[in-house]
């Protein structure tokens, strides 16, 4: 059973409870106080029909949420099947930022031109690459786009990294940077992301 679930049942349970006290409570109150039975009658039924509306909105929200639940298992197969697609892209762009990192420290045996190549082709590969993020849910689409973005950034900017220009060099590292460290982290919401998606799915 799941915990939405358990707390309906508990919410009911306490629900029921505090209307049985206060059943008891009136039913002693109107002995003491000695009330005419249509008006016991009267108060009895408004409380009866409370309870019967409070019930009857507990079996509708366990319906909604159970039907819910079917449209996202159901759903789960196709949503993990493109979601695989992207973050296979997004990782190899997330793997290809220690290149640049090497590159900014200064170890040349990760020569500009092949960095440059790289990202270029990732990014002409977005895409394709969003058609399937829009598959998944719109958080998924928007990091996906932004890591798009980023490897636009990097396949332009790279180049001027070994530029004699001061100027252009640092500004070029700087954005080069930048966009490699939000390549990682929007790649990790992208699995935390898909994470969520097989939990609410399949739990």
């Known amino acids: 059973m799941s915990d939405k679930n358990q707390k309906v049942i508990l919410y009911a349970v306490l629900i029921s409870i505090v209307i ?20 016991i009658a009267g108060v009895l039924s ?3 029909a409370v309870l019967g509306g409070m019930i009857t909105l507990g079996g509708v929200y366990l319906t909604i949420t159970n ?15 493109y979601a695989d697609k992207v973050l296979k892209w997004a990782n190899e762009g997330k793997t290809n930022t220690n290149s ?9 045996s ?15 590969q977005s895409d394709e690459i969003l058609d399937y993020a829009t598959k998944v849910n719109g958080k998924f689409y928007n990091d996906t786009k932004q890591i798009a973005d980023e490897y636009y950034s990097i396949s332009n900017s790279v180049e001027f990294i070994d530029s004699e220009d001061k100027l252009n060099k640092e500004y070029a ?8 460290n939000n390549i990682i982290k929007l790649t990790n919401e992208l699995e935390s992301n898909l994470k969520q998606i097989t939990n609410d799915s399949l739990n």
Not at 20 to 39: C, G, N, P, V
Not at 67 to 81: A, F, H, M, Q, V
Not at 110 to 124: D, G, M, N
Request: proline share 3%; net charge positive.
């Open 20 to 39: 049985a006290d206060f059943f008891i409570y009136f039913w002693l109150l109107s002995r003491l106080l000695k009330w005419e039975t249509s008006m």
């Open 46 to 48: 408004f409380l009866g």
């Open 67 to 81: 039907e819910k639940k079917n449209r996202l298992r159901d759903s789960y197969p196709i949503k993990k099947r």
């Open 100 to 108: 640049i990192t090497s590159k900014l420290r200064g170890d040349f």
């Open 110 to 124: 990760a020569p500009t031109e092949i960095i440059q190549s790289i990202f270029s082709e990732l990014e002409k």
């Open 173 to 180: 590292r700087m954005d080069v940077k930048r966009s490699a």
